[in-house]
């Protein structure tokens, strides 16, 4: 089982639409979990933590869930500009405090149509 | 912004040589990490450094890899006797904690 799995896509949406992304981990141990986003050719971006609580940020929207090892994304209201990779990357947590690696998942591609 | 700087931005080299790849992380940071994309790969961990060592690293980073910090502000990456299959994007990384990595971008590195 891949350590963290994403469809790759591309999903094809318009623009204004909701579009969402789901990820799993298969790790049980890991410690934090994020959503990046990367440009082509470009370095990934920060885009949100995400926390058991489930946190928003705008128009974006994560949620975790532990039991099922299962990380989202929403996207609300699409913009062009969202066009990109969304990656769904997790810290392993094996060596403690910020030392750990992250882990990627391989990334959702996004394309927003006028 | 504070950025992750990083030198060049596109290196060539033959097959057998040896490069060196820079980064200046965030001047308040901590944590260093070195990170490769492969064209059309995820993103997949080398290394991590804390408190001038190597704190964990990845099946990825065998011998023919090394990293330093020599003075106060830079990090490298030496890749030793490169291989074609070294071609691939090298990140660099901070990180003041264990959130809020902030990635470089890049180094396009072609072995040929």
């Known amino acids: 089982r891949k350590e963290v799995e994403q469809d790759p896509g591309p999903f094809n949406v318009p623009e204004g639409a909701t579009v969402a992304f789901n990820c799993t981990y298969s790790?049980?141990?890991?410690?934090?979990f994020f959503w990046y986003r990367q440009d082509c050719r470009k370095e990934p971006k920060l885009l949100m933590s995400?926390?058991?609580s489930g946190n928003e940020d705008g128009r974006f929207t994560a949620q975790l869930n532990r039991a099922s090892q299962y990380i989202s994304l929403l996207i609300r209201d699409s913009k062009l500009s969202d066009s990109a990779t969304y990656l769904c990357?997790?810290?392993?947590?094996?060596?403690?405090?910020?030392?750990?690696?992250?882990?990627f998942g391989k990334g959702t591609h996004l394309i927003i149509q006028p | 912004e504070p950025e992750v700087t990083q030198t060049p931005s596109h290196q060539v080299t033959q097959m057998g040589q040896e490069v060196i790849l820079r980064c200046v992380p965030i001047?308040?940071?901590?944590?260093f990490y070195w990170y490769r994309q492969i064209l059309g790969q995820k993103v997949e961990f080398l290394v991590s450094?804390?408190?001038?060592?190597?704190?964990?690293k990845s099946e990825i980073f065998d011998d023919q890899f090394s990293v330093e910090r020599p003075d106060g502000s830079n990090f490298t990456l030496k890749i030793r006797s490169t291989k074609l299959e070294d071609s691939a994007m090298y990140f660099c990384?901070?990180?003041?904690?264990?959130?809020?990595?902030?990635f470089g971008s890049g180094t396009r590195l072609t072995v040929v």
């Open positions: 995400v926390y058991s």
């Open positions: 001047s308040n940071h901590l944590y």
């Open positions: 790790n049980s141990a890991s410690q934090s």
């Open positions: 990384a901070s990180s003041g904690d264990s959130r809020g990595y902030t």
């Open positions: 450094f804390y408190n001038n060592e190597i704190s964990e």
């Open positions: 990357v997790v810290r392993r947590g094996n060596s403690g405090g910020g030392a750990d690696g992250l882990t």
